[in-house]
């Protein structure tokens, strides 16, 4: 039994460790799209970032460890203050560096939904909240441009944004586009397949094929891209739709590969979200 725990404790004593080095390795890997707007990658959610002589804007804040090495890449683009941060929904690997950019006198802005989670998470501090929040749409000038953030109703939660900055044809879809790989649809905080699906269609209204789009997760894309990545949620919806009709349980879709195959084989049970947990997903979410 003492030999048992000993194993036990040295298993969880070295996964720490596993953690912490994976945290310190994490780089942060700085896209310029524009003259002006770049696209940081690092860990969690993908951030934009627009400079020029207004201060900087910056979307999402990934996690807290990383704050640091985030505004060092920051530096390397302007030495301007970051005037707003602006987040695309409440999960942590997009508000979790909140706290310690409001410490910089940043102006946090966010849907009212995003307010009312993080004011709810016991593990988030009340300098994470957003201080101007919306419950529509927004529009920002800076940096010679209008910047429409707006709201889209019960998609990957139920207080997603999308940033559309106007004069650079740059989007930052939020968690709307896991960009080749298959999608988290929080239905647990408000978001839903339909919505999902008609936020990415909504958005592919106001896009064209020369805009780029920083998406939550995944590689820089572009409509073509985000078009892909309806087709294959639009696909699965209509075969998850067909078992449902049939009377199949969830256990059922769960297990049956088939209806994701030709995503599977592309890869998109790559990252977070594996093809079991997608297939449960659309059951859940289409099952009412
Ligand atoms: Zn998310």
Redesign the pocket.
């Known amino acids: 039994m003492k030999s048992l725990k000993l194993i036990t404790s040295l298993f969880t004593f070295s996964l720490v460790i596993t953690t912490c080095a994976q945290n310190n390795d994490v780089q942060i890997t700085t896209h310029k799209l524009t003259e002006n707007i770049y696209m940081l990658e690092g860990q969690g959610?993908n951030i934009g970032v627009s400079v020029g002589d207004d201060g900087v804007f910056m979307i999402d804040s990934q996690f807290g460890h990383l704050t640091p090495k985030i505004l060092e890449a920051i530096k390397t683009l302007s030495d301007k203050p970051i005037k707003f941060l602006a987040n695309t929904?409440h999960?942590g690997?997009?508000t979790g560096g909140n706290e310690n950019i409001a410490k910089l006198n940043t102006t946090i802005i966010a849907h009212d939904n995003v307010y009312k989670r993080v004011k709810d998470n016991p593990k988030q501090n009340d300098t994470s909240l957003p201080v101007i929040t919306f419950n529509d749409k927004l529009s920002l000038y800076i940096n010679g441009e209008q910047i429409l953030i707006f709201h889209l109703d019960n998609a990957?939660?139920d207080g997603d944004a999308m940033l559309f900055f106007t004069e650079s044809n740059v989007l930052h879809s939020g968690?709307t586009f896991f960009s080749g790989r298959y999608p988290?649809i929080?239905l647990k905080s408000g978001g839903s397949v339909n919505g999902y699906i008609q936020a990415i269609k909504s958005a592919l209204i106001l896009i064209d094929v020369d805009t780029k789009i920083i998406p939550?997760h995944g590689n820089l894309s572009n409509k073509q891209d985000y078009s892909t990545f309806l087709k294959m949620l639009e696909t699965l919806k209509e075969k998850v739709e067909t078992e449902i009709a049939n009377g199949k349980t969830e256990y059922e879709v769960a297990t049956n590969t088939a209806l994701t195959k030709t995503y599977d084989d592309l890869d998109y049970g790559c990252c977070f979200i594996s093809s079991e947990k997608i297939r449960r997903t659309l059951y859940n979410g289409l099952k009412e």
Do not use: I
């Open positions: 959610g929904h999960h690997d997009h990957h939660t968690d988290y929080d939550g």
